[in-house]
């Protein structure tokens, strides 16, 4: 089992930027985060790539037109849900 913690700006933008569906979805998702770090299907994962992301297991998932970022620490076995930003500025 994995703790999993949600930073208090990812449930500000959640209630700002999401849906009810897609709140729903993301709420499911962090249920699926504390069995396995990396829940496929039915959710749209992939690693983050780059410089400031390179050694940091920082994964993204996508809701709709926004992206939540998380990142896991396997050794303490936790995660945590760092941010919610819409697609047009998730990767800059």
Do not use: H, S
């Not at 089992?1 to 709420?27: E, F, N, S, T």
């Not at 039915?42 to 790539?49: A, F, G, S, T």
């Not at 037109?65 to 047009?88: A, C, G, L, N, Q």
């Amino acid at each position: 089992m994995y703790d999993v913690i949600v930073d208090r700006d990812v449930v500000k933008k959640a209630k700002r930027y999401l849906k009810p569906a897609q709140r729903r979805k993301l709420a499911e998702f962090i249920d699926a985060l504390k069995t396995n770090p990396y829940p496929k299907p039915p959710y749209d994962l992939k690693p983050v790539r780059g410089e400031k992301t390179k050694k940091t297991n920082t994964y993204r998932l996508r809701i709709g037109d926004y992206r939540v970022f998380y990142t896991v620490y396997w050794d303490e076995k936790v995660i945590v849900v760092t941010d919610i930003k819409p697609r047009e500025t998730a990767y800059r």
